[in-house]
C-alpha cells in the first residue's frame, strides 16, 4: 500500500513540474489533491503559498463542482460502487451419484465464501472495480476469515457490522451428480440486525457511491430506505432478487430503483400470479415498473435473460457453458451487468451480454466465483462485441 509519505512525495514532485506550476491555483491544487487525495489542507497551504482559508475556499468551489466529493478528497472516477447484504459461510454438498431423497447420499463438501451482495462484491473487485461492502458477520472464526479474504480480494469492509453474540450466516446448498442444485438451506438471520438506523450511520460511505447494490437478505424496513435515500440523492440503486419468500421485502414503492434483478418465480411473488409465458412476464414487469422501477432483468438460467427496454421486453440467449457447478452463476451475472452500468454503458443489452458470459464462465468452475476473472475481461468482451 502506498504509504501517506511517499503520496506527500509524489504531491511535492508533481509541483515542481512545468506543467502543475504553470496552472491557475485553483488547478495547482486540483492537480495535488490527484496525486495525493489524503494530503491536508496545511500542506497544500505551504506547496502552493496560499493560507488555509484560501484553501479551504478553493476545496468548497471544488466541491460545488463535483470535481470532488469531501474528504479524504474522492474524485468522481473513483467513486466505489457499494454492495449491501449477505455474507456467509457457503457449504456445497455434491452428491456422487444420482440423487435419492428420503435417504443418505454419499458426497462431498466444499466450503468456501458466499452470500449475494459478497459474491456481487468479490466479482466486482476482480474485475477491477472499486467496491466497498456493507454487511454483517459474527464476531467468530468465520466471520473474521471472511472478512480478511473480502480485504485480500480488494474489497472495503470497514463499515462491516462485526456482532458479538450472533454467529456469521451460513448457506447449504446439495448439488446432484451433475452440479444442479437439489436444495439449500440459509441461516441469514444476522442480516436482520442492518438495520436503516445501521445503514443511516453509513449514509457518507452510501452518498459518495457511484452505484449502490443490494440484495433483498435485508431486513423490508431497511431496503426501504435505501429506496427513498436513492430517490432523494440520486445515487443509482440496484436491487437483486434471492428467493420467492423474501421478495415480501421489497416495498410497494420503488421510485428510485435504476434496476431490479430477478427470476420469473420471483417476479410472480412480486406481482401475485402465476406467469406461464413472455406476454404474461411483460406485462407483469410493465406493473413493477409502474411502481417506479426504471428496468428490470428476468433472468431464466440456461434459457438467458429478458430485459426492459424502450421498444418492450428483449430477450438474449445464454451462451453455451459446461456446467460444473451452478452456485454462484446468478451473483456474476448481476455483478458484471453492475460492472456495466459503473463504466458508463447504459444499455441493457450488453450488460445483459456481458452477465450471460460471465455466468456462464462461472458455471464452469468448481468455486463460487471464478478464480481466473481479472480486470479487462469484461473490456475483452466489449471488443468482441464491436467486431461483431
Known amino acids: 500500500m502506498t504509504s501517506a509519505k511517499h503520496l506527500s512525495s509524489i504531491s511535492k514532485h508533481l509541483f515542481k513540474s512545468e506543467i502543475v506550476s504553470d496552472l491557475p491555483k485553483k488547478e495547482q491544487l486540483y492537480e495535488l489533491i490527484r496525486a495525493n487525495p489524503f494530503i491536508s489542507q496545511q500542506d497544500l497551504a505551504a506547496q502552493l503559498g496560499l493560507s488555509r482559508s484560501a484553501v479551504a475556499n478553493y476545496i468548497a468551489t ?40 428420503a435417504t443418505s447420499n454419499p458426497a462431498r463438501q466444499i466450503e468456501s465464501f458466499g452470500g449475494v451482495a459478497r459474491n456481487i462484491a468479490e466479482n466486482l473487485a476482480r474485475l477491477g472495480a472499486p467496491v466497498s461492502l456493507i454487511t454483517a458477520v459474527g464476531a467468530d472464526a468465520s466471520g473474521r476469515a471472511l472478512l480478511a479474504h473480502a480485504e485480500d480480494a480488494g474489497i472495503d469492509t470497514r463499515a462491516a457490522l462485526r456482532l458479538s453474540g450472533h454467529a456469521t450466516g451460513t448457506y447449504t446448498a446439495v448439488l446432484d451428480q451433475d452440479g444442479a442444485m437439489a436444495v439449500a438451506l440459509a441461516d441469514m438471520a ?10 443511516a450511520a453509513r449514509a457518507q460511505q452510501r452518498g459518495s457511491a457511484a452505484l449502490v447494490v443490494a440484495d433483498l437478505n435485508l431486513p423490508q424496513a431497511s431496503i426501504a430506505a435505501l429506496v427513498d435515500d436513492a430517490a432523494r440523492d440520486g445515487v443509482p440503486l ?13 416495498p410497494r414503492k420503488l421510485a428510485g430503483v435504476r434496476l431490479l434483478i430477478l427470476n420469473a418465480g420471483e417476479l410472480a411473488a412480486r406481482v401475485g400470479r402465476p406467469l406461464s409465458n413472455e406476454t404474461d412476464i411483460a406485462g407483469a414487469c410493465a406493473e413493477v415498473q409502474r411502481d417506479g422501477v426504471q ?9 438467458g435473460v429478458l430485459y426492459t427496454s424502450a421498444a418492450g421486453l428483449a430477450r438474449l440467449p445464454a451462451p453455451p457453458a459446461q456446467v460444473v457447478d451452478v452456485t454462484g452463476a446468478g451473483d456474476a451475472f448481476a455483478a458484471a451487468v453492475c460492472w456495466s452500468l459503473h463504466s458508463g454503458d447504459e444499455g441493457l443489452a450488453l450488460a445483459c451480454r456481458r452477465g450471460l458470459q460471465l455466468a456462464a464462465m462461472t458455471v464452469g468452475c468448481a468455486q463460487t466465483v471464478c478464480p481466473q476473472l481479472e480486470p479487462g475481461h469484461l473490456d475483452g468482451l466489449l471488443q468482441e462485441l464491436i467486431l461483431d
Open 62 to 101: 471544488l466541491v460545488r463542482e463535483r470535481r470532488i466529493l469531501g474528504r479524504a478528497y474522492v474524485l468522481p472516477d473513483h467513486r466505489p460502487i457499494v454492495c449491501i447484504g449477505a455474507s456467509n459461510l457457503d457449504r456445497k454438498l455434491r452428491t456422487l451419484g444420482k440423487l435419492a431423497m
Open 190 to 199: 444476522i442480516h436482520d440486525e442492518i438495520t436503516p438506523g445501521y445503514l
Open 238 to 250: 440496484v436491487l437483486v432478487a434471492v428467493s420467492e419468500p423474501k421478495m415480501a421485502r421489497l
Open 295 to 303: 428496468d428490470l432483468i428476468v433472468t431464466q438460467g440456461g434459457d
